[in-house]
Nanobody, 115 residues
């Protein structure tokens, strides 16, 4: 069983920045594919960014050039640096861990972009 604990959400003005963190338990973090998803009110959960164990990254078109996903295997932590935030980025952000057939989710952290 893997536990994921997210932090770093909050209220920020348009154009601002936030960094989300997700700390994972377990011994296989370094080879797991980690991802951030988000879900806005009334919308389906959508993939924001992924990073593989080999540090390959992928981003949703809506966040390319603004968000950066990274990982620190020594700390079992994945990050999402969010810059130039827009009101449409408002959502609950979830951390996701995938390794072979296993998948785990964090509890989510709220990000609100508003003036």
């Amino acid at each position: 069983q893997v536990q994921l604990v997210e932090s770093g959400g909050g209220l920020v003005q348009p154009g601002g920045s936030l960094r989300l963190s997700c700390a994972a338990s377990g011994s296989f973090f370094r080879i797991a594919t980690m991802a951030w998803y988000r879900q806005a009110p009334g919308k389906q959960r959508e993939l924001v960014a992924t990073i593989t164990g080999g540090d390959s990254t992928n981003y949703a078109d809506s966040v390319k050039g603004r968000f950066t996903i990274s990982r620190d295997n020594a700390k079992n932590t994945v990050y999402l640096q969010m810059n130039s935030l827009k009101p449409e980025d408002t959502a609950v952000y979830y951390c996701n861990y995938r390794l072979i057939s296993k998948e785990y989710w964090g509890q989510g952290t709220q990000v609100t972009v508003s003036s």
